[in-house]
């Protein structure tokens, strides 16, 4: 091993120093500040002469002129391996919950453990032989890891063709320990443990790329329903501040259909993680019969921690999750808030003095935004498996208002926009997507690719989008013009439109049953509020068709509540059924 | 080994530059001017030994051949029982003509709490105000603010709140206070008797811009060391508006980029950093913060009340001399409602603040000249009676009292099957005529 670079402290502000250096070093590079017996992260950002730029990721007090600063050779590296899934990291994928053992309540500067637990045995089952041909990530063979058959991987780092060695026999290992050798095309013999290193920013994409042509199941109607995501696509919640944004995506993270869920709390509440934390282990994962924890990872860079570790939060949560998907698994990561990770690239850019875009935003904010939502896809292996990753980023725009440089630049790569309106969360319209102006690319793409039940279901929820419009247009006249002013046909057409709002879009996600609502139970929902939407009624006067929905939408609601399985669901369905019929 | 300087090359803003050798970012300094005054100032960046000191008292009157000692430490607080009844500026020292207090020291901007040591916060906070308590109950750990405009009474409300609330410590953080708010809070707590436990930080209008960014971690230090000793603490921060403002000034005079409306990219870290010091540690004490944001042209999408919301757990807004509870909100009250206060109070609540909404819409038709209904006139009669009793920020009752006032104003106003409340709590706790 060649020596490492060294360098001294010449100049800082704020976490930005610069360091002179003596040799050779690389942009992004990690390197280490030794400042009053502490040993503090940062990351090289720009590079010019013998000086370097360099971001400290923890609070700076202290660093003094002189202070000695070694550079790692590595770019800023997320540690891939068995032990990931249950566990909370923060921006730097340090495991704060061995911190907080090692530590105490607060977050000392300088700790840094590894990631990866060094003392669990795994069980490993060896897949490939002696004497096989084998490219980097190239399955080895597996251990199993909570729900998963967690595939230990070739390295990413090896290069070109390698030829298997020796292959552990089955047995229980630690992830340091040897599992392999691989000979490469030069005959280097390289010993190979469970560990896989990764730099976090870029992509880790080993396959061809598919278009994304699934479904990916929420359990939220008014997603599933007429702004669909696919698995391997892209979403994104924007709206104001209680709007219900972290709700959502909790919601998500608990019922969606996936294997894996990565949660990065970018920059908003810690209280919001606690709620995971100490919920999660409780909660049963539907699809599985475990707990919801055991297929979920968390990074959290909470409002308070350091700012410059909060952009790199987001690129380890990605690495992890592409990660899993290399395993030929579907995950998904859900990011809150992508703002609070652009407003740390504004600081670091604002301190580097670049030229200010638009709202002092730098200019590479929308390809850094492109960038990100692109590590999403569906991806085939090379052994015809497939894995996918769906990546959904909420966005907290300055004053609620769309038109901010975060907002559009996510809009311009997403495939599906669900937008939440202060207006819908003020009338406690939950989930706030206001149907009015989100949309999803995917559905048409279901519509080619799904069964009759699905076609079926794409119809009703297409009619029920136009009632939505036409109900909308009619109740802005009539608050215009007073309800005299309005036909009675009209009158009804909005009825319909408030009826399908009220029993379908509209959620709670605090009733037990309301809260998730299986494919199968919508479709059924979907078949009476389609009666409800085709029949052509014909009612006295205004009150009695007011009376009339008021009951229905009533009835309907008390369903949703009722587990399927309850004894007088049927009799209640029924009740509506005829309801429908008999007016 | 204290070494002092005294050539220094350029002031601009609060900034002052000097040429010296061996100094830690963070550090404090103490610049002795030639009249004599004295004032601190820290160290905010170096390059080479090229000093940049961010002075406190601000940099009118510093001249080039001023005095500087740096003191080899950070910004500190004092901290413990001594701190109690007393009032201290932004720099932490004593403005009360006290004696100088000779305690434990600690740095200030600590570290923050990990995230995974936090528990879910259950334990309700009692302010015996009952828009708050009965509709919008607070949480131990919980950071609100009161959204408001300049005018209305939000320090009367912190003050009543703050001396009708069982908090072990209350500490006081005024920025941009005008000295007769700060004598109000001062004459209040003596009279209350709330100043035994508590403890002021004032940076008042007239003092350093600096000094007032200070104020929120001087306040939110000295609380953690009461918290982590077992201690519940409340944290008044008031105005987080003029916290934000300072920030503001002091980026500009630094040439930063300002992102919106002239404040600094970082105004959401910078509030966030401070409003997370909320916390409730597990069989320990903890830290409730209720500030108060003034919206300039009360206009909410401001970047300042803006901010806060994203950060904070729900709002209170404050106005015409009342908490409204439309758009009011305690994100954490389904902690404690119905689980840790009565049973019936979560439905009482909601039917009540419906009612009210009710009433509302029937005032307008009142005013649009509508001829009203039985049932209106019933409303109508509801929205006075509740404004009366439990709207105003005067009435001090405890919770148990508050939803006994909730049910007999219903009796009052209604008939016992007009409230759309569950029969169960009806028969339990209405006060309707058997
Ligand atoms: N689906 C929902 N059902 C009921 N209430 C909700 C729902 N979503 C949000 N809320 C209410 O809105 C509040 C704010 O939601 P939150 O997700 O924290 O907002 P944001 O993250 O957009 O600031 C919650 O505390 C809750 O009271
Ligand atoms: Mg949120």
Redesign the interface.
Known sequence: MDEKTKGII?????NLV?VRFDGTIRQNEVVFVKTGGQSLKGEVIEINGNEAKVQIFE????????DEVVFEKDLLSVELGPGLLKR?FDGLQNP??D??EA???????GIYLPPLPRNIKWQWNPTAKVGDVVYRAYFLGWVPEENIKHQIMVPFNFIGKGVVKSIAAPGEYTVEQEIATIEDEKGNVRSVNMINMWPAKFALRFGERLLPTEQLVTSQRIIDGPFPVAKGGTFCTPG???AGKTVLQHQISKHATTQIVIIV?C?????E???I??EFPHLDDPQTGKKLMDRTCII?N????P?AARESSIYMGVAIAEYYRQMGIDCLLLADSTS?WA?AL??MS?RLEEI?GE???PAYLASRISELYERAGVIKLYNGEQGSLTIGGSV?P????FEEPVTLSTLAVVGCFLGLSRQRS?ARRFPAIDPLISWSKYGERFAAHGDETMKTRLKIIEKAQKMIIESDEIGKKMSVVGEEGISIDDIVTYLKGEFYDAVYLQQNA?DKVDTATSMDRQNEQLGIISKVLDKNFKFDDREKARNYFLDLTDKIIQLNYLPREASIYGEKKQEILNMIEGE | MVKTYNRIERIKGSIAQVKAEGVMLGELAQIKMSDGRSTLGQVIGFNGDRVSLQIFAGTKGVGTGDQIRFLSKPMQVNCGESMLGRVFNGSGEPIDNGPEIMAEKVDIGGPSFNPSKRIVPKRFVRTNIPMIDMFNALVISQKIPIFSISGEPYNELLARIASQTDADIIILGGMGLKFDDYQFFKDYFTRTGAMEKTSMFIHLASDPVVECVLVPDMALAAAEQFAIKDKNVLVLLTDMTSFSDSLKEISISMDMVPSNRGYPGSLYSDLASRYEKAVDIEGSGSITIIAVTTMPGNDVTHPVPDNTGYITEGQFYLHGGRIDPFGSLSRLKQQVMGKVTREDHGDLANAMIRLYADAKKARDRESMGFRLSGWDKKLLAYAETFEKKMMDLQVNLDIEEQLDLGWTILAQCFDRNETGLKNTWIEKYGKWDK
């Open positions: 010449i100049a800082a502000q704020g610069t609070p700076t007090d202290g660093i003094r002129y002189g909370v704060l919950e911190i907080a530590a105490g309540y607060f977050l000392k500067r104001p501040f209680g709390a920059g908003e509440r810690a209280g993680v606690v709620e934390l100490r959290c909470t409002s308070s921690m700012v609070r407003q504004r600081e604002g200010p709202e002092a935003f907290s300055a004053g609620g208002n003020d605090y």
